[in-house]
């Protein structure tokens, strides 16, 4: 674990840019060079954590592609319009070798006869009883698959930081892999503080809400290498002290909800400093989500989000997602751009982050806005795919603006 600086919040605390936070949150978060073997059926959506070198080519020997007849074109042989039938392979049978001046029956898949450098499909062959006739457009090394073409044995065809999907279950199976080395899961706990909340199906009392950053922020960081966990403290400063004294030591990144400005009840940042951890960013310079702290807290890194939860939320995708990935070993997401088709008018000032529907209109991703302002809303959560960031420095934005977009779902040209 990297060293932070522990600068106290209560002298000067600093707000930083949304750029440089984002940039401290991939630098604090190391590698965590956690590995297990798993089988392979059991690996989609975990992160490779060693190279893995091809034990065979592939195809592992030369093949026919075709149903048809093997024959030898090239060299002095030629051929001849009708020839003798001198063999019969099978896909799974031994390789057999080509009498020559004959063709050889054989069907997609098999072991090409040693000798033959060319397959004829049977559309353009006539049987005539042992014998066969070609038609005259044979194509001298047609319809033959080359040992190693696609794969060549010693090769490394997948590196450390790779999703298992199902292409890579694919390529590993036709190689023979059962058994591969992946990232241990990480494991995510979120604190939800807040003396309002209650869990769905509890009755709810005036002036109390149910918790939705929980369940969110469960949905929205779970994956094959994530496990994540939470648990509900409410807003007094020697439970959430406690709580996160339980939590550390059993998770590699503390995530709390709420709780975390300047009210006489948000207590968070000083728990975390009396439960022995410290805080290295207090605040970022974006909207929502100012109230937003990193730092560490026993052997885990820590991060605090807002309690609204699109401040919540969009803290994840921002900060949380990169920091993940980080610490599996994975490459950071690639920068996604989309035109926005709304006119957003604004000073410069703090980075804002806004919930939008992507569209593909004339071939180029675009962004429409969900819905209104206020980072207390739900609803344009549900009518969003992404949120897209406006620069702090911006001012009032334009219909045909490229923005980057972050999106909630991670797309596959996301994950290397
Ligand atoms: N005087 C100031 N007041 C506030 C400031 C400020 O700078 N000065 N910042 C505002 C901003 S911006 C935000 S965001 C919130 C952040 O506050 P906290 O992180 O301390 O969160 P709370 O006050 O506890 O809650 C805010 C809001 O979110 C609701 N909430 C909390 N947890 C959940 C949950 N698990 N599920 C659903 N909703 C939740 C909570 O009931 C509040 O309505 O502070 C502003 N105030
Ligand atoms: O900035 Mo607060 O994060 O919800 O509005």
């Not at 490779?48 to 093997?70: H, K, R, S, V, W």
């Not at 072991?111 to 006739?133: I, K, N, W």
């Not at 790779?162 to 494991?187: H, K, M, N, Q, Y």
């Not at 995510?188 to 769905?200: K, M, Q």
Request: glycine fraction near 10%; proline fraction near 8%.
């Amino acid at each position: 674990m990297r060293a932070v600086r522990h600068s106290c919040f209560h002298s000067d605390a600093q707000m930083v840019s949304f750029e440089t936070a984002r940039a401290v949150a991939v630098a604090l978060a190391e590698p965590l060079n956690r590995q297990e073997d798993v089988p392979l059926v059991r690996a989609v959506g975990r992160i490779l954590a060693a190279t893995i070198e091809a034990p065979c080519a592939l195809p592992p020997f030369d093949q026919a592609a075709m149903d048809g007849y093997a024959v030898r074109l090239s060299g002095e042989t030629g051929v001849p319009l009708v020839l003798p039938i001198s063999g019969r392979t099978r896909a799974g049978d031994k390789p057999d070798v080509l009498a020559p001046g004959t063709a050889h029956r054989v069907m997609t898949g098999a072991p090409l006869p040693g000798g033959a450098d060319t397959v004829v499909m049977q559309e353009h062959a006539t049987c005539r009883g042992d014998h066969v006739q070609f038609g005259l457009d044979v194509e001298a090394g047609c319809h033959v698959r080359r040992v190693g073409e696609d794969v060549t044995k010693g090769t490394a065809i997948l590196r450390p930081g790779r999703v298992i999907g199902w292409t890579e279950v694919a390529l590993l199976s036709a190689l023979g892999i059962a058994t591969v080395s992946v990232a241990c899961p990480l494991r995510i706990v979120v604190l939800v503080t807040g003396s309002e909340l209650r869990h769905a199906g509890e009755p709810l009392p005036f002036g109390a809400i149910y918790d939705s950053n929980g369940p969110m922020l469960g949905a929205l960081l779970a994956e094959p290498s994530a496990h994540v966990t939470s648990l509900t403290v409410r807003d007094d400063l020697a439970a959430i002290t406690q709580a996160l004294e339980r939590i550390a030591g059993t998770a590699d990144l503390v995530i709390v909800t709420a709780g975390m400005s300047v009210g006489e009840e948000d207590h968070v940042r000083n728990a975390v400093v009396r439960a022995g951890g410290g805080l290295d960013i207090v605040k970022v310079a974006m909207k929502p989500g100012k109230p937003l702290a990193f730092g560490t807290l026993a052997g885990a890194y820590f991060i605090g989000l807002p309690g609204n939860p699109q401040a919540a939320a969009f803290g994840a995708l921002a900060f949380v997602r990169p920091m993940m990935k980080a610490l599996l070993g994975q490459a950071p997401a690639n920068r996604i751009t989309a035109k926005i088709n709304f006119t957003h008018p604004r000073k410069p000032g703090r980075t804002e982050l806004l919930p939008v529907r992507l569209n593909v209109e004339q071939g180029r991703l675009t962004a429409h806005r969900s819905g209104p302002d206020g980072s207390h809303r739900m609803m344009p959560l549900v009518f969003a795919d992404a949120v897209a960031v406006v620069p702090g420095a911006s001012t009032p934005v334009e219909v045909g603006t490229p923005l980057e977009v972050l999106p909630f779902a991670q797309p596959r040209f996301d994950v290397n």
